[in-house]
Nanobody, 120 residues
Framework: VQLVESGGGLVQPGGSLRLSCAAS????????MGWYRQAPGKQRELVATITKAGRTNYADSVKGRFTISRDNAKNTVYLQMNSLKPEDTAVYYC???????????????WGQGTQVTVSS
């Protein structure tokens, strides 16, 4: 199973970015998906998660500004980030809880990370 992220970059404060993460490979079903981020010198922290049914959860720091969504037909999760702040600067990682084949336990898989920099 591979997760490939895209959409990171440099944006001014108050701007917007949309991250995408597509899962491919041996996939029977994907349960939870989500995004974490890690800023320099800090621990990786949860940003947002979404269940297969679409139930979402957000870190307090991004509530009202970020929106997570997914397309189950495309095995893809998205993160729409609005009103970005300098403190949102970090490497953003997506994950997916994937059952590769029927009868095989599900496992978490991670993307390689995409840099988001918010600066004027």
């Amino acid at each position: 199973v591979q997760l490939v992220e895209s959409g990171g970059g440099l944006v001014q404060p108050g701007g917007s970015l949309r991250l995408s993460c597509a899962a491919s490979g041996s996939i029977f079903t994907i349960y939870g998906m989500g995004w974490y981020r890690q800023a320099p010198g800090k621990q990786r922290e949860l940003v947002a998660t979404i269940t297969k049914a679409g139930r979402t959860n957000y870190a307090d720091s991004v509530k009202g500004r970020f929106t997570i969504s997914r397309d189950n037909a495309k095995n893809t999760v998205y993160l729409q980030m609005n009103s970005l702040k300098p403190e949102d600067t970090a490497v953003y990682y997506c994950y997916a809880d994937v059952r590769p084949r029927l009868g095989v336990p599900a496992n978490d898989y991670w993307g390689q990370g995409t840099q988001v920099t918010v600066s004027s």
